[in-house]
């Protein structure tokens, strides 16, 4: 599972924080957030404009869509 510490500034650690999530269109890290929070760090508001374009809310995303995705992340990442 994994647990991240923050590397900036030691404020925060979170399980499992360097696992991905995403909405289908955007990934991010699990611990993304907590830099948003201790830190300020903007997010690109075209991504906010897609966030507020489906109501904040993620979609459901069949087996096979979630395949795709994570092979698409490992190509663009060289994680796979």
Avoid: C, K, N
């Avoid at 289908?24 to 830099?35: K, L, P, Q, T």
């Avoid at 489906?54 to 995303?61: G, Q, R």
């Amino acid at each position: 599972m994994g647990y991240t510490e923050d590397e900036i500034g030691g404020r925060f650690s979170v399980p499992a924080g360097a696992a991905l999530s995403t909405d289908g269109v955007y990934f991010w890290r699990v611990d993304a957030a907590r830099y948003v929070e201790e830190y300020g760090f903007a997010i690109p508001q075209a991504a906010i404009d897609h966030f507020v374009s489906v109501e904040w809310s993620p979609p459901s995303l069949d087996r096979a869509t979630l395949i795709a995705i994570e092979r698409e992340i490992d190509r663009i990442t060289g994680w796979a």
